[in-house]
């Protein structure tokens, strides 16, 4: 039974590094709110949970605790220990704990998830072959980058809305996401690569061996692949992931990976400087042909990804160009640089961390931190009406988010990774070991590089997490096991107590597999109730979210949506006179939308759509009006400088004939964003009513002069004034 446990857990393992990258899902019958992100969670959920169970077996099985101490586990627990106390602090807490609805990755269900994979990979280290588990990874990027390069060339262009020609993304759904994901694998290649020069080279005589002949040879990572071929398949392992990071046109990418195989190149030198000759004609013709790919695709790297990650659902948003008389202001200035933009969220962050220095806000709640901390510049960019929730940068990510208690601890993790790879890398005498650790160590500082321009998804949690496990495998320095594996026999038996603990275990699997499908169908019956309110059809989408809320309770965002569709059906109900079923729907979206608050009070998101359903009741019920205005302050003092807030609290201040109050908010608002043109018209119709006409028309002369001199309402509204 135990070599049994033994191969679950191994090809558990090669199933996580295989499939995690592929997953994604496009099927319409049972869709996903999010296609990639949501989905590799969830399989890493359900790999979590089938690891953990069969490891919690073997140790009943063997009445031994099964665990492997290494260098990480200080660190690694006191950045969960800190994941945890921010989380207890966190001004929203569940999404601290479950993360940021459509991301996922990062909430402390996922860091958890991620440590139980390490110290089990560690634990049952001895039954997993690092060969096989490098064979599944490779194949498995060979399977996305093949389809990145297959999209550049328009296999799925008619599926998206983003131009997927343009900027490849495979099954990873961002360009730059793919990019770090490609980077990790091209060192991987190249370390192989460099496995199998030796058997291309014949040595002199017997008395001089090939550099990789030297040390102590190992079975577990001999080259992988053993026919006459393998230099070819390698290489064609590294064109095709270079191609395809290419066509991801991602800056942070490409200087990832160039750094990282500096790095790589730098040190393989030095350790094995007696085999310079021999290195040199590689290293080069190597890199002259991926450079050479660089000047054949020609795609400049650095003028490409004008805009950053926003989560908007793939929302797309044009500027135009405002040709502007010389010497007067330049309101907007067209698509605004994703560096610009950059600068401008981590000022946000920073200050994010000087108001929550020790704790953060929580794991993953950056979306609504920032709201409060938004620079007004932001609204100078063409994304100013966009959603960020992440700070595009790891560590500020980290640091607002976790304060610095989150931050020494990551970084503590990720400085003993690396001064423990670079130790064993000059200690250990087996040369194909020592220079896959090199590649390990390579691609974990490109880890870093792509994180502080963008940030970590799935697939690179799992890179951070394990890439010290896959160390702890390749040393044999390492400490010894308390028991050993190679001493395992099916000869043990489990006595009768052991088969009731272990058939307690298999329940609690199971009972947790139940609920990790819960999760994720109550996400699909949420995605098809998106797509019904998309086209209008009301009364399906809200049965398809009372449903979601029937599986799944404690989700705000299905309360949000109820919500928002249960005020539509109220608006259709009330204009068809049917006063009974449009005053249950209403009570239903007010007690909904409270329900989502309740559980996530400082969502202004949530208090946005309340705003709005309260706002499109007072229609019926004026006294709704005041309640409206309420819930817009309550938004306004989460996102002081989001104009659009600002905007629509003049408009309920309007609604209750407070025009002075209505202009006042206004002119705030256009103090935030100058170029916000329906601003300037709705000041013009209150100065209008406030007899100000000198005003009204300068208001809209702004409009025509400023912003667009071919607005045809602000013409009408401009020669009804004169």
Same mark, same amino acid.
């Given at each position: 039974?135990?070599?049994?446990?033994?191969?679950?857990?191994?090809?558990?393992?090669?199933?996580?590094?295989?499939?995690?990258?592929?997953? $994604? *899902?496009?099927?319409?019958?049972?869709?996903?709110?999010?296609?990639? #992100?949501?989905? @590799?969670?969830?399989?890493?959920?359900?790999?979590?949970?089938?690891?953990? +169970?069969?490891?919690?077996?073997?140790?009943?099985?063997?009445?031994?605790?099964?665990?492997?101490?290494?260098?990480?586990?200080?660190?690694?627990?006191? $950045?969960?220990?800190?994941?945890?106390? &921010?989380?207890?602090?966190?001004?929203?807490?569940?999404?601290?704990?479950? +993360?940021?609805?459509?991301?996922?990755?990062?909430?402390?269900?996922?860091?958890?998830?991620?440590?139980?994979?390490?110290?089990? $990979?560690?634990?049952?280290?001895?039954?997993?072959?690092?060969?096989?588990?490098?064979?599944?990874?490779?194949?498995?990027?060979?399977?996305?980058?093949?389809?990145?390069?297959?999209?550049?060339?328009?296999?799925?262009?008619?599926?998206?809305?983003?131009?997927?020609?343009?900027?490849?993304?495979?099954?990873?759904?961002?360009?730059?996401?793919?990019?770090?994901?490609?980077?990790?694998?091209?060192?991987?290649?190249?370390?192989?690569?460099?496995?199998?020069?030796?058997?291309?080279? @014949?040595?002199?005589?017997?008395?001089?061996?090939?550099?990789?002949?030297?040390?102590?040879?190992?079975?577990?990572?001999?080259?992988?692949?053993?026919?006459? !071929?393998?230099?070819?398949?390698?290489?064609?392992?590294?064109?095709?992931?270079?191609?395809?990071?290419?066509?991801?046109?991602?800056?942070?990418?490409?200087?990832?990976?160039?750094?990282?195989? !500096?790095?790589?190149?730098?040190?393989?030198?030095?350790?094995?400087?007696?085999?310079?000759?021999?290195?040199?004609?590689?290293?080069?013709?190597?890199?002259?042909?991926?450079?050479?790919?660089?000047?054949?695709?020609?795609?400049?790297?650095?003028?490409?990804? @004008?805009?950053?990650?926003?989560?908007?659902?793939?929302?797309?948003?044009?500027?135009?160009?405002?040709?502007?008389?010389?010497?007067?202001?330049?309101?907007?200035?067209?698509?605004?640089?994703?560096?610009?933009?950059?600068? %401008?969220?981590?000022?946000?962050?920073?200050?994010?961390?000087?108001?929550?220095?020790?704790?953060?806000?929580?794991?993953? =709640?950056?979306?609504?931190?920032?709201?409060?901390?938004?620079?007004?510049?932001?609204?100078?960019?063409?994304?100013?009406?966009?959603?960020?929730?992440?700070?595009? *940068?790891?560590?500020?990510?980290?640091?607002?988010?976790?304060?610095? =208690? +989150?931050?020494?601890?990551?970084?503590?993790?990720?400085?003993?990774?690396? %001064?423990?790879?670079?130790?064993?890398?000059?200690?250990?005498?087996?040369?194909?070991?020592?220079?896959?650790?090199?590649?390990?160590?390579?691609?974990?500082?490109?880890?870093?590089?792509?994180?502080?321009?963008?940030?970590?998804?799935?697939?690179? !949690?799992?890179?951070?997490?394990? =890439?010290?496990?896959?160390?702890?495998?390749?040393?044999?320095?390492?400490?010894?096991?308390?028991?050993? #594996?190679?001493?395992?026999?099916?000869?043990?038996?489990?006595?009768?107590?052991?088969?009731?603990?272990?058939?307690?275990?298999?329940?609690?699997?199971?009972?947790?597999?139940?609920?990790?499908?819960?999760?994720?169908?109550?996400?699909?019956?949420?995605?098809?109730?998106?797509?019904?309110?998309?086209?209008?059809?009301?009364?399906? &989408?809200?049965?398809?979210?009372?449903?979601?809320?029937?599986?799944?309770?404690?989700?705000?965002?299905?309360?949000?949506?109820?919500?928002?569709?249960?005020?539509?059906?109220?608006?259709?109900?009330?204009? #068809?006179?049917?006063?009974?079923?449009?005053?249950?729907?209403?009570?239903?979206?007010?007690?909904?939308?409270?329900?989502?608050?309740?559980?996530?009070?400082?969502?202004?998101?949530?208090?946005?759509?309340? =705003?709005?359903?309260?706002?499109?009741?007072?229609?019926?019920?004026?006294? $709704?009006?005041?309640?409206?205005?309420?819930?817009?302050?309550?938004?306004?003092?989460?996102?002081?400088?989001?104009?659009?807030?600002?905007?629509?609290?003049?408009?309920?201040? !309007?609604?209750?004939?407070?025009?002075?109050?209505?202009?006042?908010?206004?002119?705030?608002?256009?103090?935030?964003?100058?170029?916000?043109?329906?601003?300037?018209?709705?000041?013009?119709?209150?100065?209008?009513?406030?007899?100000?006409?000198?005003?009204?028309?300068?208001?809209?002369?702004?409009?025509?002069?400023?912003?667009?001199?071919?607005?045809?309402?602000?013409?009408?509204?401009?020669?009804?004034?004169?």
């Amino acid at each position: 039974m135990l070599l049994l446990l033994n191969k679950l857990i191994e090809y558990a393992f090669y199933a996580l590094f295989f499939f995690t990258p592929v997953i $994604f *899902n496009p099927n319409r019958d049972f869709p996903s709110s999010e296609l990639f #992100e949501w989905n @590799k969670m969830i399989f890493v959920y359900v790999i979590t949970t089938f690891v953990v +169970g069969i490891w919690i077996c073997k140790m009943i099985l063997r009445r031994k605790i099964v665990f492997h101490r290494t260098p990480f586990d200080l660190p690694l627990l006191l $950045f969960l220990l800190s994941q945890i106390l &921010s989380t207890l602090f966190s001004i929203d807490r569940h999404v601290s704990i479950f +993360g940021y609805y459509s991301r996922f990755h990062g909430g402390l269900l996922s860091t958890i998830s991620y440590t139980l994979l390490f110290f089990a $990979f560690t634990a049952n280290k001895k039954t997993i072959n690092i060969r096989r588990l490098i064979i599944f990874m490779l194949a498995s990027g060979l399977i996305v980058a093949s389809f990145g390069v297959a999209q550049h060339f328009g296999i799925d262009v008619h599926i998206w809305v983003q131009d997927v020609r343009a900027r490849v993304f495979s099954t990873l759904g961002q360009p730059n996401w793919l990019a770090a994901y490609i980077v990790f694998l091209l060192l991987i290649a190249i370390a192989h690569l460099i496995f199998e020069l030796p058997s291309s080279y @014949k040595p002199a005589s017997k008395q001089t061996p090939s550099f990789l002949n030297r040390g102590t040879a190992t079975d577990d990572v001999e080259p992988i692949f053993l026919n006459s !071929g393998k230099i070819v398949i390698y290489l064609l392992l590294i064109f095709i992931f270079y191609i395809c990071l290419l066509y991801t046109k991602s800056r942070s990418g490409f200087l990832g990976f160039w750094i990282s195989a !500096g790095v790589f190149w730098s040190v393989l030198f030095w350790i094995k400087r007696r085999d310079f000759r021999l290195l040199f004609p590689v290293f080069l013709i190597l890199n002259l042909l991926l450079l050479f790919l660089n000047f054949l695709i020609r795609t400049p790297i650095p003028q490409y990804n @004008k805009f950053l990650t926003v989560d908007i659902f793939y929302k797309q948003k044009v500027v135009e160009e405002m040709k502007i008389p010389a010497g007067e202001t330049i309101i907007s200035v067209g698509i605004t640089d994703s560096a610009n933009i950059r600068q %401008i969220v981590w000022k946000g962050a920073v200050e994010i961390i000087q108001a929550y220095p020790l704790f953060g806000t929580g794991p993953e =709640t950056f979306a609504y931190a920032y709201y409060r901390f938004r620079p007004v510049e932001h609204n100078q960019t063409s994304e100013w009406d966009f959603l960020y929730n992440r700070a595009h *940068n790891e560590l500020l990510n980290i640091t607002a988010t976790s304060g610095l =208690t +989150g931050l020494v601890t990551y970084l503590f993790f990720t400085v003993v990774v690396m %001064i423990y790879g670079i130790k064993r890398i000059f200690t250990i005498t087996d040369n194909q070991k020592n220079i896959l650790i090199l590649a390990l160590i390579a691609v974990f500082v490109s880890i870093q590089i792509t994180n502080f321009f963008g940030f970590s998804v799935v697939i690179i !949690g799992i890179f951070f997490f394990m =890439t010290p496990a896959l160390l702890i495998k390749l040393d044999p320095l390492s400490e010894t096991e308390f028991y050993d #594996e190679t001493k395992l026999t099916e000869s043990i038996s489990p006595s009768t107590p052991q088969l009731v603990v272990i058939s307690m275990v298999v329940f609690a699997v199971i009972i947790t597999f139940i609920s990790i499908f819960r999760l994720w169908y109550s996400d699909s019956l949420y995605a098809k109730s998106l797509a019904a309110t998309r086209q209008s059809s009301y009364v399906q &989408s809200y049965e398809l979210i009372k449903k979601a809320i029937e599986v799944r309770s404690d989700e705000p965002n299905f309360y949000d949506e109820k919500a928002n569709i249960a005020s539509n059906l109220a608006d259709a109900f009330f204009q #068809e006179k049917d006063a009974t079923h449009a005053a249950d729907l209403a009570q239903d979206a007010i007690s909904s939308s409270t329900i989502a608050l309740k559980i996530s009070p400082q969502n202004v998101i949530y208090w946005k759509t309340r =705003t709005r359903l309260l706002f499109m009741l007072s229609s019926y019920a004026p006294e $709704f009006t005041e309640e409206a205005l309420r819930s817009i302050l309550v938004a306004a003092q989460l996102a002081p400088t989001d104009p659009r807030i600002s905007y629509n609290v003049a408009v309920l201040y !309007g609604r209750l004939n407070k025009n002075r109050d209505a202009i006042n908010e206004l002119q705030k608002t256009i103090e935030l964003k100058p170029d916000y043109r329906d601003a300037y018209l709705a000041l013009s119709i209150y100065y209008e009513d406030e007899k100000q006409p000198d005003k009204a028309r300068t208001a809209l002369e702004f409009v025509l002069k400023h912003i667009n001199p071919d607005d045809k309402e602000a013409k009408e509204k401009l020669e009804k004034l004169k």
